[in-house]
C-alpha cells in the first residue's frame, strides 16, 4: 500500500513509501549525518537511492546536486513523486539504472561524494530469498555486490573524493580489503550499537580516493537507552 509519511522531523520534508516493499530504516538517517560534507562538493551520487531518503535528508545540509540511482523502475518512479511533491526537481535528479552499467551514462572522476546503503546479506546456498523481489533486491547481493560498489566508485569519484557507506559490522573486513584494492583509503568509521553494552551491529565508513594515511575512529554511536528510547544524539540527527 502506499503511503505519504514524514520524513521525521527534516524541515516538513515528505516521502512516499509503499509498505508493501520496504520502508526506509535509521540506516539512511545515520548515513547522510555522518558522511563529510563542505561548500566545495559539487555533485553528490546516492547508489541503490530506494525512494530517495538519502538524497532528501542531504538536500538539507548542502546545496550540491543530488543524484540518485535505483536499479528498481517501480521504487524509482516512487522516489520521483517524492521529489516532486517536495519540489526538489532542481537539486535532486533520478536514474533508474543499474549500477554496474554507471560507466555508459556518467564520465568517470566527475562526483566529489558518493553515498551507499548497500545491499547487506551474501547470497549463498544458505540465503531465503522467498519473499517480496523489493525486499530480495534491498536487502540481498543480488544485483549490487561489494565489489561492483567499489569498482564503480573508484570509476566515478574525483581524486580524494569520498566514498560513504552503511554495513554490518561483520562486512567490516570485507569492506577494508576491497577499498584497499580500489584504492579507496579508509579515513573515518563509526561503530554503531543497538544499546550500551551491546555488540556492535553496524558500521559507517567513509573512505577517500587516493586518500593518504590516517584513520579517525570516531566515538560508539548508541541507537537506544536502556528504556528502549532513542537516545539524544539520534534524537537531534531526526531534528
Not at 166 to 177: A, E, P, Q, Y
Not at 209 to 227: A, C, D, F, R, S
Amino acid at each position: 500500500m502506499e503511503v505519504l509519511n514524514d520524513l521525521v522531523n527534516y524541515q516538513d520534508l515528505k516521502i512516499y513509501q509503499n509498505t508493501d516493499w520496504f520502508l526506509f530504516s535509521l540506516d539512511s538517517v545515520l548515513l547522510p549525518n555522518f558522511v563529510t560534507l563542505n561548500k566545495n562538493i559539487k555533485m553528490i551520487m546516492d547508489l541503490g537511492t530506494g525512494n530517495a531518503p538519502i538524497p532528501l535528508i542531504l538536500s538539507t545540509k548542502t546545496n550540491a546536486k543530488i543524484i540518485g540511482i535505483e536499479i528498481q523502475k517501480d521504487v524509482c518512479e516512487l522516489a520521483r513523486k517524492t521529489i516532486e511533491y517536495n519540489s526538489l526537481q532542481d537539486r535532486i535528479e533520478l536514474y533508474n539504472l543499474d549500477i554496474k552499467n554507471l560507466k555508459e551514462h556518467f564520465v568517470g572522476d566527475t562526483v566529489d561524494v558518493i553515498t551507499c546503503n548497500p545491499p547487506y546479506f551474501k547470497v549463498d546456498e544458505q540465503s531465503n530469498l522467498n519473499e517480496d523481489s523489493h525486499k530480495v533486491i534491498a536487502r540481498h547481493e543480488v544485483s549490487l555486490k561489494l565489489d561492483d560498489l567499489m569498482k564503480i566508485s573508484r570509476y566515478l569519484l574525483k581524486n580524494n573524493g569520498v566514498l560513504a557507506l552503511v554495513h554490518r559490522t561483520d562486512r567490516f573486513l570485507d569492506i577494508l580489503r576491497l577499498c584497499s584494492e580500489y584504492g579507496l583509503e579508509v579515513k573515518k568509521i563509526r561503530f554503531i550499537y543497538p544499546k550500551i553494552g551491546s555488540e556492535s551491529n553496524m558500521i559507517l565508513v567513509e573512505a577517500r580516493k587516493n586518500g593518504g594515511v590516517g584513520l579517525k575512529v570516531l566515538p560508539p554511536l548508541y541507537v537506544h537507552e536502556k528504556n528502549g528510547d532513542y537516545t539524544e544524539e539520534v534524537l537531534e540527527m531526526f531534528q
